[in-house]
């Protein structure tokens, strides 16, 4: 008999939980609410609209997963540094803003061209230079820090991806009280009873993504797919997590996020990553396909709002039954981004973002 394989949190099970996350966002993106489609007709049968709706919420969730991975992966990252804190975080930014950088060129190129977009974006009220101010924020992924105007909502996510980046190293000079930051994070807000947690903004998520640094510090995700993980003790662990699942999904939407963002935005799409990377994303077959749509993820996320929202929701929306309109959201967004890569690679902006960041790091 073939000896079972060990299940590790390495970068293809982040990679297939990336994929996992960017389908939770098409739905969520597509039906929160009503709103979403309404002037639409939509099917959600077999089942109750409500209970189709309330679930696409819930997965509001794909976000901190991002947000987690991100913590985990800048952490083992930044362990094996070769380079000083401030070169890595430069070289760190390039590599993670050089794929929002050319889908912001394209899209400002290509829909001014179709739309005037840019125009009215930017310049239908205020003057040029505030324009041009909020061009160059929105250029840089940090548009919702200074609440100007973006050209993509979704956009927001990219402040969130500098200021995970800019903490590591901040966070590293007191690495061994990491756990402590993280309690800090979470109480300051309670204690001066501030509104800003279970909100969509950046400091919402970096609790769960300072836990994503805590659980690589102490290789908490490996010790824990360890733990159980063989004959009916791993079926009892099977059952176990999926009856905490279901116990946070039902009380998800009954939870204040502004009290309760810890366990909404922390533990609950925690578990989901654990249960998931050893239950969901092992399957042979699944594994495969969710670790091609992890490749083109960040693509998928940073194109799929056009198509949704701008531009074309008359089509995205017309196919009537739910399941069948995100798959073709999924399907056109996975297009342009492997059409998007090919063109990355034909005219060397790949080649040219991996010196830049060898010379930025390795540059004394």
Known sequence: ????????????????????????????HQYLSRKRFEGFTVSFAPFADDTMIYMCSVFKICVPIYAFISGYGLYLSYRKKRSAPVRWTAGRLVKTMSGFWIIWILSAVIFQGMFGYVSKVYFSGGSRIEGLAAMGLDFLGIHSLFGTVTMNGTWWYMSAAVIFVILVPLVMKNEDCLPMILALVV?????????????????????VFLMGMCAAKYELADRWLQVWNRGPKKIMKFLLELLILFVLYKVYGKLPGSVYNEIRW???????????????????????????????????????????HYFWSDFIYSFGHFVVNVLVLLGISLAVSIVLEWLKNITGYNRLIRNICE????TV
């Not at 109480?187 to 609790?207: Q, R, W």
């Not at 993820?297 to 949704?308: A, D, G, Q, V």
């Open 187 to 207: 109480a300051v807000p309670h204690m001066l009873s501030l509104k800003i947690m279970g909100e969509t903004n950046v400091y919402s998520f970096i609790p």
């Open 359 to 362: 010379k930025i790091e390795l």
């Open 1 to 28: 008999m073939e000896k079972e394989k060990t299940v590790r949190f390495d970068k293809y099970a982040s990679q297939a939980m990336k994929g996992i996350a960017i389908v939770m966002m098409l739905f969520h």
């Open 266 to 308: 922390g533990i609950f799409p925690i578990i989901v990553i654990a249960f998931c990377s050893e239950f969901i994303t092992v399957i042979p077959g699944i594994r495969q396909v969710l670790l091609f749509l992890g490749k083109h993820s960040m693509n998928i996320f940073l194109i799929h709002t056009f198509i949704r």
